[in-house]
């Protein structure tokens, strides 16, 4: 396959996440701020049928997802992918979790009908009605095994052979130790005596001797009858017409066959058909198209990392000094407000960052009365009704009501993070038509720049606030011995 086969179906699975995340949280990416309405309350039934259609939706993207990692050359496409993915896993795991606590109650498990209906969990999930009305093979639900996990382990998992192979060297004396043991069926039974094997033998002997007797009965009876239906058959035919008969099934049996290689030769001449008993070699063609494949990836992400390496140096050296004095100009206009508003001088800058970064506002905690007030009082009460109305019987205690199916659409952590990193695809890669003259699939230098950016002043913003929190130290020393001498002489 292309590259352009994968770009196509990465962009397939994009579209179909945004349309999920859109129908789990239809909030998302709304400008205006709009009221949410009174979430229904769903049914079992409602919620199992919504999580399974999820579900279901998210599985073929992990699949589509899975194959553009597995064969994609571009190194930073790649990275994008696999954070996807790996939200895409956590997400199916998920659903997963809630189609096994959703599951529909069983009619003949259900209390009477006053009661409350309450789920029926259980691990093996039925989806079959759901795959026939959204007309889907039974493929669609095979969990395949991310191929990534063995090639990004590869070293560690060669390493560990290594290491058990040697320990099995040195203990057992073995290369390899077989989890289960073949039993050989030509060794002789240990636990048999010999009555007992010659009683078996001649058991199957018999056996044997049935089968052939009852065989050789079956073929006399095909012949008396074969001989009957021979003998008692007055039609008899011409030896000329017969040839004739013979001859025109023949012609019109191979006229037929003719016709039809006449056909397949026509089609795969116009390249309508595949040609013939090619199945060996397309299969050998893709293979070593797989393999190359890998073969660049491996490539383009080395130089990808080398690039990574020298465009750090290259970022520091152009765009460091303009970086440095933006975040150096930010922290001593800061200073100065603060010195002019407390006329005292800030040892660090942490109130600089939480202005800078607030902290979200927490949900106040309601505060619970504790158990042991509620007891007394619970005492308390027990005591004055005794004394009015005597003693009670115990009662039973009641049950738990069942829990009821959470809000089916809302806000929530994976789906606001995949929400973002979609519009991070449809800024960098969406619009971007790199296919047409980046025919290698090598890295994006500006892409690679843009996350160089981060890095850089990150480093740059540590070594400014450690400049300044000296300059700030130095300041305070010079100004505390004047302090101090004034002091003294005043006294």
Known sequence: MSNETFRLMWQDAMTDLHEQVQLEDPMLGQTEEAAPGEPVKPTIDNAFQHYACLYIKYMQIFQKLENCYDCMVHPQKREDVLVVLELVMRRVIELKHALVEWNPPRTDLQPPPPAQERPFPWEY???????????LPPETLEVPVPRYFKENNAENIRLRDKVNSQYMNLKLEV?????????DLDAPPSDMTLEQVIEIIQRNERGRQGKQRAFLFKDLREDEKRRHNYTSSQLEMDPEVAACNIQRLFRGFFSRVKAAESRDEELIFIGM???RETGDGLEKELATAYKKRKTEQSDNKEAYAKALVDLKDEVTRDEGPQMRDGLRQERHLWVTDSIAESKEIPED?????????????VAEEVVEEPAGKKKKDDKKDKGKDKGKKGKKKKAPAEEAPPKEPPPLQGPSEITGTMYGNILNYQADWEDKEDWKYNFAQKHDVELAKKKIRVDVEAELKDAVDEMLKQNLAKIKAQLNPAKGGKKGKGG
């Not at 999930?125 to 007309?135: E, G, M, S, W």
């Not at 800058?349 to 506002?361: A, D, G, I, M």
């Open 125 to 135: 999930v039925n989806l079959d009605d759901i795959l026939v009305d959204l007309k």
């Open 175 to 183: 290369k390899e130790v077989p989890i289960e043991e073949t039993e």
């Open 349 to 361: 800058l942490t109130e600089f960052y939480k202005q800078k970064y607030p902290s979200p506002p």
């Open 273 to 275: 058909k595949p040609a």
